[in-house]
């Protein structure tokens, strides 16, 4: 396979990714009616451009865009892993979260027991970082 096919099969992965990790936020705000707490509006600050930013290096398959995604998704990572912290483990719920009217420790959903909405959005951070690494890459 040549690189530059690639290279294109990775920027639609991660497009892809960022478009679904996108509409899952937008469904339990707007069709659930999940209001969101603190964390979850800066992780939505992180992805939701990605669509775009990615969007438009996979029309122009611009590889050069790989340190600009990994600072969003790494940003946007952390936060997401700290929000699931602060879900799972009563140690590092803070005292208070004045930006929202909901608590940040608040599990919309809870399936199998381990996987809420900061996990996802932790997960669709993790697949578009390893993708960049991949990307551009001989």
Not at 16 to 21: D, G, K, N, S, Y
Not at 117 to 130: C, E, G, N, S
Request: charged share 15%.
């Amino acid at each position: 396979m040549k690189r530059e096919d690639r290279d294109a099969l990775i920027l639609a992965f991660a497009w892809l990714v960022a478009i679904a990790a996108t509409g899952g936020s937008l469904y339990y705000s707007e069709i659930r009616k999940f209001i969101p707490c603190e964390l979850c509006w800066y992780q939505r600050i992180f992805m939701y451009p990605l669509v775009l930013i990615l969007g438009i290096a996979l029309y122009r398959l611009d590889t050069k865009i790989r340190p600009y995604v990994l600072g969003m998704t790494l940003v946007g990572g952390s936060i997401s892993l700290i929000h699931y912290l602060e879900q799972k483990i009563p140690a590092f719920q803070p005292t208070a979260c004045d930006a929202t009217p909901i608590p940040c420790s608040l599990q919309y959903v809870n399936y199998f027991g381990f996987i809420t909405i900061p996990l996802m959005a932790l997960t669709a951070f993790v697949l578009i970082t390893i993708s960049m690494l991949f990307l551009g890459r001989k």
